[in-house]
């Protein structure tokens, strides 16, 4: 059984930065997919960042802003967000794919003056 716990999230002034974690316990392999989604009220849940065999792929909204990292040895990936924007205020989920699609609680993501 896979588990992810997501940390680091809160309210932000527009332009600053955060910093997401997430620790994946169970059968992790370094080939499983990791990343980031996230879910704005009244929106369908997004693509934020994922990460496959070392290969980064992000969505227009966030490149250039947005750089997702993973640790296989500590089975963890991280989200730095800069530059933030009002737009991105929403809850970010932790994802992971292993046969099936895994998903953390949320931490909610809040940029606002």
């Known amino acids: 059984q896979v588990q992810l716990v997501e940390s680091g999230g809160g309210l932000v002034q527009p332009g600053g930065s955060l910093r997401l974690s997430c620790a994946a316990s169970g059968s992790i392999f370094s080939w499983n997919t990791m990343g980031w989604y996230r879910q704005a009220p009244g929106k369908q849940r997004e693509l934020v960042a994922v990460m496959l065999s070392g290969i980064a792929n992000y969505a227009d909204s966030v490149k250039g802003r947005f750089t997702i990292s993973r640790d296989n040895a500590k089975n963890t990936v991280h989200l730095q967000m800069n530059s933030l924007k009002p737009e991105d205020t929403a809850v970010y989920y932790c994802?992971?794919?292993?046969?099936?699609?895994?998903w953390g609680q949320g931490t909610q993501v809040t940029v606002s003056s």
């Open positions: 994802y992971l794919f292993a046969a099936v699609a895994y």
